[in-house]
């Protein structure tokens, strides 16, 4: 079995309904934040739950954004790599690639993370809209309660994009690499990357999600406590994140590289590559 050799063949990818999600986004958040703000009240436990899954819904949330950067880095790498497929040895090229499908792994991790965090969303805040039914009156909460029982379907619907953008990871079929490379060698097929129509796809790809963050950033600018929701979200979660070194959300790893829009994101992998291969030259 050592002598396995695992083919991944880089073809041209589907194109992601990203517009959809980041709208849906907007609105998932607008219908938790008030949720997320409001205080603890010890003398309502129906409250305290509601005030719970909100926030593990914006923690999903804030997984969805991950996977979306994630995306944007593989469509930047694939273009990088497509500029330069000449150089370097296959050695170097497909250390490269592989580098990058684990990219992909850790893209569809968090972006199945998030939709199986919405499973069975109606069933969930129904349940817990009639556990607080009771004590609304009494609480003063009923307004808040009708528009979170008149939400679900914002949250159904965001539940679907997750869905659709969980799918498109699927079809990228760049994934499911890093557990079976123990069965033999994984080799990267990249000869489609010459052709001009399936770079052409990937750019389209790349600016969906520069459209995308955009969307985000956008929300953010609008309302700073989205920014601050979601960094409390990614603490509260801090045990039981996946561990990647690169981690985080993408509005934070813009920031933290004092980056305005995706598209000033060069990966470092690429100056990496090309130093070893100027180094095979002196």
Same mark, same amino acid.
């Given at each position: ?125 129904? @349940?817990? %809209? #009639? $556990? =607080? ?5 009494? *609480? ?6 009708? &528009? ?68 985000? @950033?956008? %929300? #953010? $600018? =609008? ?5 601050? *929701? ?6 509260? &979660? ?45």
């Amino acid at each position: 079995m050592a002598g396995t050799e695992i083919q991944v063949i880089l073809e041209a990818p589907p194109t992601p309904n990203l517009k959809q999600l980041a709208d849906s986004t907007f609105l998932a958040f607008k219908l938790l934040r008030p949720w997320c703000e409001l205080e603890s009240d010890y003398s309502s436990i129906a409250l305290n739950s509601i005030k719970c899954q909100a926030q593990a819904y914006v923690r999903a949330i804030d997984f969805s954004i991950m996977a979306a950067q994630h995306g944007f880095n593989i469509a930047e790498e694939v273009l990088n790599f497509a500029s330069f497929i000449d150089e370097g040895t296959e050695v170097d090229r497909q250390e490269y690639l592989i580098g990058m499908l684990d990219i992909a792994r850790r893209g569809e991790q968090n972006a199945v993370r998030s939709h199986n965090s919405f499973r069975d969303v109606r069933v969930k805040v129904f @349940k817990l %809209i #009639q $556990d =607080a039914t009771e004590e609304q009156t009494r *609480l003063g909460k009923m307004s808040e309660l009708d &528009d979170l029982k008149e939400g679900i379907l914002v949250l159904e619907n965001f539940s679907r994009c997750l869905s659709f953008y969980t799918s498109w990871w699927n079809l990228m079929k760049m994934t499911h690499t890093s557990n079976n490379a123990r069965l033999g060698t994984v080799v990267v097929k990249y000869n489609s990357l010459r052709c001009r129509d399936v770079v052409d796809k990937w750019r389209d790809v790349r600016r969906q999600y520069v459209d995308y963050t955009d969307k985000i @950033k956008a %929300i #953010q $600018d =609008a309302d700073p406590q989205f920014a601050k *929701l979601l960094a409390e979200a990614r603490v509260g &979660d801090s045990d039981d994140r996946l561990q990647e070194s690169t981690e985080s959300s993408a509005l934070a790893i813009y920031q933290e590289n004092n980056i305005s829009r995706p598209q000033d994101y060069k990966p470092r992998r690429k100056r990496d590559f090309l130093l070893r291969v100027a180094h095979r030259f002196w």
